[in-house]
């Protein structure tokens, strides 16, 4: 990953972070239960979005710089990128 | 929430922290970037059971028990349901 | 289902249909592969509203209306419930 | 798309074309409702199972075979496959 995809990437890690810690405090004072989902949501788009980050530094490196590498290998990291898209959700 | 909804989400809600550290780890020490999506993708999963898990709760207590709201009440009740599945992925 | 329900419904199902044809249009007419899959996207997109307007539709009548049912009906009226969260996307 | 592509893909959009008129038709004779958001659930599964296989394809060729643009248009490439992927569900 290069310096930039890590920083942000670091940022929203820090923001799912912070809000997985307010689903835990939430729950331990028994807040109302669908205002924990939303909270427990929260955490869930913040990783989503870490998700495409990280997807769009792999793409670049390679796409963009063209990977030389046999057929198979190529094949196993276009196979890769498709599991991680059918999981997504 | 009753005890034993409580007792499920505490389990699984400790699964997705366990999870969630472990996408910083493997981050910080420079992990393969699908590999780390694959883990940020199981804390996710953990957080949407926990949402099941919370929501069965919920409507255990809206339906079976019947609420005795006014239907106003009620009517946000059921804004509110559908909300949380609109959001949910 | 009540009358407006079906109305609202109606509407989205057909948005749906009309996104699935253009789908195979644009597949038989050998469109971009990325157009499609957004087209395809947007069919996904209207039917996960005619699905948020059908269990609105279904909690009113659960919640609002206080099902008088056995214990035993109530828990798999749940169950669907929490079934059909769990399977949205 | 090539040939394989294109007749895995044709098979899931028939698919999930029959998934949807069986939605129409649950609709139109008043089916339980959970039934037909299963059933529309059905219908968007094969959708995404369609966005699969269109988006192995067009990694394949863009992966496998390097693609020999200038970077501006790879850099278009990978933010629209970024794109299918965030609105993923």
Same mark, same amino acid.
């Given at each position: 990953?290069? $310096?930039?995809?890590?920083?942000?990437?670091?940022?929203?890690?820090? #923001?799912?972070? *912070? &809000? @997985?810690?307010?689903?835990?405090?939430?729950?331990?004072?028994?807040?109302?239960?669908?205002?924990?989902?939303?909270?427990?949501? $929260?955490?869930?788009?913040?990783?989503?979005?870490?998700?495409?980050? #990280?997807?769009? *530094? &792999? @793409?670049?490196?390679?796409?963009?710089?063209?990977?030389?590498?046999?057929?198979?290998?190529?094949?196993?990291?276009?196979?890769?990128?498709?599991?991680?898209?059918?999981?997504?959700?």
């Amino acid at each position: 990953m290069d $310096a930039s995809v890590k920083r942000q990437t670091l940022r929203r890690l820090a #923001i799912a972070e *912070g &809000h @997985l810690k307010r689903v835990r405090k939430m729950f331990d004072e028994d807040a109302y239960c669908l205002d924990v989902i939303h909270q427990s949501q $929260a955490v869930q788009a913040a990783l989503k979005k870490v998700d495409e980050i #990280i997807l769009h *530094g &792999h @793409l670049h490196s390679c796409v963009l710089h063209d990977i030389h590498e046999p057929a198979g290998e190529k094949e196993k990291i276009v196979k890769e990128i498709v599991e991680v898209f059918s999981k997504s959700k």
